[in-house]
């Protein structure tokens, strides 16, 4: 005899829900993992009503989740949110320029913004032409420091608030357990973060920092969105996927490990002789740093110089530039735009943006609401 859903005892339970074990229908399954997420948002505070939320979208199945989840979301809670696609083209052929078609079919389909920023716009290098002088080792080094930024960027140009990105919990698990096996206690002491002020201007979140990757694709698939499923076409991150691996053999004896580890890593505590990097602003193009120039603007001279070692190595950069071959400036790197400029220019827009939400009273029903004026009494 077929089983019956655990949850609504009607309907014939489909699948065995990897985070609890328990057996459900189609139906429960959607409620309860779009109420979890919307849980987690509410409870963290994640959002005002009015924020303008950028989605990082890759046209992977967590993004691709996370838009859809975000739509929904906001439209049944009334959280009052203005949703845009924000897309990082890196310019990885063969990858990049497929999964963006996703995006773009995904923007169509929820009829949201979409804003593509790329890597040869804003620093003159593609992903092709980097590994192409760095070679395969050390790309994801260049992809990442890169991408954070070229975010940012995008999310000034369309002044937002805040941007999400699809991390999920398999995700934070490994970045906690690659930091206890690298010994990086700052980067260990943040990666748990469900939200943090990025630049001190735009808000970074995950909602889906307790999701289980095996549930965000069994969504992916049960509501048939539409994701792209390539593995980036560049070498994956070796370390990482030792972490990963781990992850996946202690998830199929005990699938609570993932929770676990994000809860254990969550009740850590940085002993307080442990020095932790304070932040400033980079000299060159003023994004947040914690050296007088930060890694971007580092590793960008590298490639311009022929020095691609550089903000890599080990070795100090003053070492590196010794031993390097005198090599003239390739002059392919276009100066990044001063984050200060970007800033100001966001700053007056929300600035004008608040002013025109003060004058409109709040209409109450938003999930979010946190007013305490006359209006919301
Ligand atoms: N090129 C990009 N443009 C915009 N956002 C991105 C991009 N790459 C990654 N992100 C954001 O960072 C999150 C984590 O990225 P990661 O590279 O780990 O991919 P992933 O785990 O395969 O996620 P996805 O399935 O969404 O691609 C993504 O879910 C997305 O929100």
Redesign the pocket.
Known sequence: MPRQCNICQTARAIIRRPKTGQRICKECFFYVFETEIHHTIVDNRLFKPGDRIG??????????V?AYVMKTLNERYNYGLELFL?????GISGY?DD?LETVKRNQQQYDLPLKIVSYEQLYGWSMDSIVETVGRKNNCTFCGVF?RQA?DRGALMLDLDHI?????AD?IAETILMNILRGDIPRLSRCTEIATMGDGYIGRSKPFKYAYEKEIVMYAYLKRLD??STE?TYSPNAYRGYARQFLKDLEAVRPSAIIDIIYSGEAMKVAENVKLPTMTSCERCGYISSNSICKACVLLEGLERGVPKMGIAKASSKQIEQDAPEVARRGKAVEPVHFEKLREKALNIRKQRMLNAATSSCSKDTALCECTGDSCQ
């Open positions: 989605i990082g979208a890759s046209g992977g199945k967590d993004s691709t996370l924000l897309s990082v083209d890196e990049r999964s991408r975010l999400v990105t699809g991390h999920n995700d994701y792209f980036c």
